[in-house]
């Protein structure tokens, strides 16, 4: 990214040297036509005075030089209107040559007081500028978040100061510095240069060709370099310059090493998930797995000892244990595609019943001697929604029901419609979830600690799944009290919208 | 093998799969041949004449849809699809390419059976052209337009009636929303599955069907249709 900005340097004062000195030429008339007034009301000795008083008033204004004319002016002035002879330049009274004299020697005196005051006040005006910009770019490289604005911000600083086109490089991936920041005036030095400086080991400022360069060199590396688009550099201008390197250095270690934490911040929390998805697979993987070989294989070795019905027992493990790992299997499945955000919703009208019903089937094997009620409101409107992933949202959640519920315990399946939304209840009287969990339960790989029946342990994905495809949806999930105080209700609300709204995914 | 109950061809490529479709039709006393590529299998159509081809979609040498278009060309021998999960896109592709009806990856070997039986029997069906349909207290007249529930007539609009007609027509098969919305309505019309959706409930009302659990019209979640048959459960 390069940036390039229109500079006006306020450290130098824009006052015209003409104006100065056509002021002074102004300030004599405006005497002289006062002095035509006062001559009339004064002693004529007394002109002079006036004469000096203008001149007073140049040099304090200006410098030297405009006061001097003002003197010189003033004198002539003097001499051509208010001695005699009148209206000739000649000087008879020796006294005249004494105010003369004592106008150049005021003009000089009081020009020269005048003009260090003005250089004084000027300095002081630039070094408060100075530490001001100075300050104000400390402040700025200390916020910083990011190494680009740094850049930027050193670039622009930089320009204003020197009053010259700056470009900042900073070191690439392979280690050359590459173009980043740009300010004022700034072409592209030629790239010869640009080698030959980085390959340099001093840090400069120094000159090459029409540029002078300075680099940027943290505890760590050579990191940036700074191209100033000058031919000279006064003593004044190398020291602001290396102190404003300086200052971009440190903060540009500074954002390296939260850029390194936080880069090794995802590193640990990736390697984590990871972790968790390793043992969850090698888990859910091989628990049936290993019911599944040890059934077969008894069955095969002792299968003919075996009575009928203990054979068809180890083969029904087999069965079930291969359809839980199926459903292992499909859950990691769209677990992958919610993370990667490769979830494409294929939005249909869908009837909300028949996407109970559906889920109702699926899991009808498993409710052993659970109870399953539904109780769908009249009047539900079609859902413009991709069913297959609602009705695996709701699978999930009725094999969690299933799971935690008591033998012979109940399970609500209930659906109403209010306004613009539709609000899905499933309901089970399960040990319920402690107000502190509600949340958590839907993160990737939390299980709850009580209430599962031994073995049947899950994952832990299936909820964030169940999220993940509501979300997508532009719904939501959230955990209650069970009815009547006992178990767990899970809600689904799902907003009702037609086709072309809300569709985000 | 005159005890027979017809020729069925497996066109799959995984041996293990192979292996135990055949032992369980074999047992079903079906005649099996097999093909592990889709070309072997087209050959095999044409000097086999097989009843009934169960197809897995994911061959290694063509698509399935490239196969059943292939094998439409000059056979309308019934084809049970295999698919993996989570294609919904690829079975309804399947099914409007031609094929009868389809199974998901892993299936049992009882869902199987029973999608073989209906397929088998609803093209046997087409041949007799039946006039009266009965099932679970379902009667269809086809001559005089009448419907009836346990006894009790029912009276459908005429898109109600062409529904059911196509359902039953096709009975235990699944229909898609596409092959429904063309059939029912016109070609116009073939995006607009929530006017199927809406007849789709006026018809099970009236049938006095609990959409919570389907006696008639069962949903197959982003396919399509079927009428419910006993053999199924």
């Not at chain 1, 400069?204 to 550099?233: E, N, W, Y």
């Amino acid at each position: 990214m390069q940036r390039t900005r229109d500079i006006r340097n306020p450290l130098i004062p824009a006052v015209g040297a003409t104006r100065a000195y056509a002021g002074a030429v102004g300030v004599v008339i405006a005497t002289v036509g006062l002095a035509f007034v006062v001559d009339r009301l004064m002693p004529h000795a007394s002109l002079s005075l006036l004469f000096l008083t203008g001149v007073l008033i140049v040099a304090t204004r200006t410098g030297l030089g405009p006061s001097l004319l003002a003197s010189v002016l003033s004198f002539l002035a003097f001499n051509f209107f208010f001695t005699s002879p009148y209206y000739t330049f000649e000087v008879t009274d020796e006294g005249d040559v004494a105010t003369l004299v004592f106008f150049l020697l005021m003009a000089a005196i009081s020009g020269n007081l005048a003009a260090r005051m003005h250089r004084e006040m000027a300095e002081r005006h630039l070094s408060l500028q100075r530490i001001s910009n100075l300050y104000e770019f400390s402040r700025r490289m200390s916020s910083a978040a990011g190494t680009e604005e740094v850049l930027d911000a050193l670039a622009d600083y930089l320009a204003q100061a020197l009053n010259s086109g700056v470009e900042v490089l900073i070191v690439n991936d392979r280690g050359l510095p590459e173009s980043r920041a740009r300010a004022g005036q700034a072409m592209s030095a030629p790239q010869p240069d640009i080698e030959a400086a980085w390959s340099e080991e001093f840090r400069g400022p120094f000159a090459l060709g029409a540029c002078h360069f300075l680099k940027l060199v943290t505890s760590r590396q050579r990191m940036a370099m700074v191209v100033i688009h000058t031919d000279s550099m006064d003593a004044e201008q190398v020291r602001l310059a290396r102190s404003l390197c300086d200052q971009a250095t440190i903060a540009l270690d500074r954002t390296q090493l939260v850029a390194d934490l936080e880069q090794a911040r995802l590193v640990s929390e990736t390697e984590q998930l990871r972790s968790a998805l390793l043992s969850s697979v090698s888990h859910d993987l091989r628990t049936p797995l290993a019911s599944i070989i040890g059934s077969t294989s008894s069955v095969l070795e002792y299968g003919d000892s075996f009575s009928e019905e203990n054979r068809k027992t180890l083969l029904e493990t087999v069965l079930g244990e291969a359809q839980r790992l199926d459903r292992h299997i499909q859950n990691l499945l769209d677990m992958t595609r919610l993370g990667q955000g490769s979830l494409q919703l294929r939005r249909d009208w869908v009837d909300l019943n028949d996407i109970i019903a559906s889920t109702a089937d699926r899991m009808r094997d498993t409710l052993d001697d659970l109870s399953l009620d539904i109780d769908v409101a009249p009047e539900m409107p079609l859902l413009w929604v991709h069913g297959v992933l609602i009705e695996q949202a709701l699978v999930n959640l009725l094999d969690n029901a299933i799971r935690f519920s008591p033998p012979g315990g109940r399970i609500l399946i209930a659906a109403r419609h209010c306004n613009d939304r539709v609000e899905i209840d499933l309901c089970d009287e399960g040990p319920g979830i402690p107000d502190s969990e509600r949340e958590k339960i839907f993160d990737m790989f939390y299980t709850a600690r009580d209430g599962d029946r031994g073995s049947l342990q899950g994952s832990g994905l299936g909820l964030a799944i169940c999220r993940g495809m509501i979300v997508a949806h532009g719904g939501s999930i959230t955990a209650h009290d069970g009815r009547n105080g006992r178990g767990t209700c899970m809600r689904i609300v799902l907003p009702v919208i037609r086709p072309g709204e809300g569709d985000t995914a | 093998m005159s005890d027979s109950k017809g020729t069925i061809l497996i066109v799959e490529d995984e041996a293990q799969i192979r292996k135990f479709l055949r032992i369980s039709l074999e047992a079903h006393s079906y005649r099996v041949c097999e093909a592990r590529l889709g070309q072997d299998g087209l050959e095999l159509c044409a000097s086999e004449k097989p009843d009934l081809v169960i197809l897995d979609l994911g061959l290694p040498d063509m698509d399935g849809q490239q196969f059943i278009q292939r094998l439409r060309e000059w056979s309308s021998v019934p084809i049970v699809v295999l698919s993996v999960r989570a294609m919904e896109t690829e079975k309804i592709a399947a099914l409007d390419a031609g094929a009868n009806d389809y199974v998901t990856k892993p299936f049992g070997i009882g869902e199987l059976m029973a999608r073989i039986r209906v397929v088998l029997r609803s093209s046997e069906g087409a041949m007799s052209a039946a006039t009266v349909f009965e099932a679970q207290g379902l009667r269809v007249d086809f001559s005089h337009r009448e419907v009836s529930v346990d006894g009790t007539p029912v009276r459908l609009s005429k898109k109600e009636y062409e529904l059911l007609r196509m359902l039953v027509r096709f009975p235990g098969q699944v229909l898609t929303h596409q092959q429904i919305l063309r059939e029912v309505w016109d070609a116009g019309r073939q995006n607009e599955t929530h006017y199927l959706r809406v007849l789709v409930g006026q018809l099970r009302h009236k049938l006095g069907d609990d959409p919570a659990r389907p006696r008639f019209i069962v949903t197959v979640q982003g396919v399509g249709y079927r009428l419910a048959l006993p053999a199924q459960r």
